[in-house]
């Protein structure tokens, strides 16, 4: 029985160029030693082990009583994670992190500390959580893809104000660099319909639905001249899209990308609870 292979494309830039970004980032602030919090999965591993090499190349250090620090994700929906079993789950995490943060103390300033997350939607119970733990406030916080533009966390004071305290920071692949007038009408659109906030990958999907139609195009007008490999990567290499230029590289990830980092803001409302949104701050 012949055996298939599958060829896999990204069209956004891989993890190790976030974490490049990542990690001059937090060096660029100050920061000389990290706090590492992650999801125990394939991308939180990834993602930290990225950040932690990169950071190192620039000098810094990272915590090294923190190995054991990632955590298991919570699976369902995030009503279900704001259950007090699992704010005592997430307790146990955060006080793992909070006597790392103590023990850094020892021999760095405040400002030199920061604690890298790389979580998705258990950022919010992880935050509101966080308030219990004061020392956590002291030093600032940095996130990844995994938690820029959440609409979940800004939803809810406490996690919104703990971004706040900390400045959070979130990288995101950026949208600067494409067809802005298309790219306006496009999130306009997925506001109308989904009414949230678009995150910049749900526009790099549009662009990879087209790619794809292209090159189904190509390989129907060249059939047994041109593989659809081929022609998925000729299309995307010449196509330019609401995301911008969608080139592949030898792997199938995005060849060229820039990302945006993002801060949660607070909106005077007039007298009332103040609202929360995010705030794009750097283009990178």
């Given amino acids: 029985m012949p055996v298939k292979i599958y060829w896999m494309t990204r069209f956004v830039p891989n993890d190790l ?20 919090l992650w999801r125990n999965d394939i991308y939180g591993h990834e ?21 054991n620090i990632g955590y298991a994700p919570r699976t369902g929906q995030l009503a279900a994670s704001l259950h007090r079993i699992n704010f005592i789950m997430w307790d146990n995490t955060l006080k793992a992190i909070e006597e790392r943060v103590e023990n850094a103390l020892s021999n760095h300033t405040q400002e030199q500390i920061g604690v890298f997350m790389v979580s998705l939607d258990e950022v919010t119970p992880l935050f509101i959580q966080a308030y219990n733990h004061p020392i956590l406030s002291k030093v600032r916080w940095f996130g990844s893809d995994g938690t820029a533009l959440n609409e979940k966390l800004i939803r809810n004071p406490e996690s919104a104000l703990f971004a706040i305290n900390t400045s959070y920071n979130s990288s995101i692949f950026s949208l600067q660099y494409g067809n802005q007038e298309k790219l306006d009408e496009l999130l306009e659109e997925i506001r109308l319909r989904a009414h949230v906030t678009p995150s910049p990958y749900s526009v790099v999907a549009y662009d990879a639905f087209w790619v794809a139609a292209l090159a189904e195009n190509v390989t129907m007008l060249n059939e047994g001249n041109h593989t659809s490999r081929e022609a998925i990567v000729d299309s995307a290499n010449s196509y330019f899209g609401v995301t911008g230029n969608t080139s592949l590289n030898a792997v199938g990830d995005r060849a060229n990308g820039q990302y945006d980092y993002w801060k949660v803001v607070a909106k005077d409302v007039g007298g009332t609870a103040p609202t929360f949104s995010w705030n794009r701050t750097t283009d990178k």
Avoid: C, T, Y
């Fill in 17 to 36: 160029e976030q974490a490049k970004v990542i990690a001059k980032e937090m060096w660029n602030q100050g920061i000389r030693i990290v706090v590492p």
């Fill in 47 to 67: 993602l930290m082990q990225g950040v932690r090499n990169e950071f190192q190349k620039l000098g810094g250090k990272f915590d090294e009583n923190s190995d």
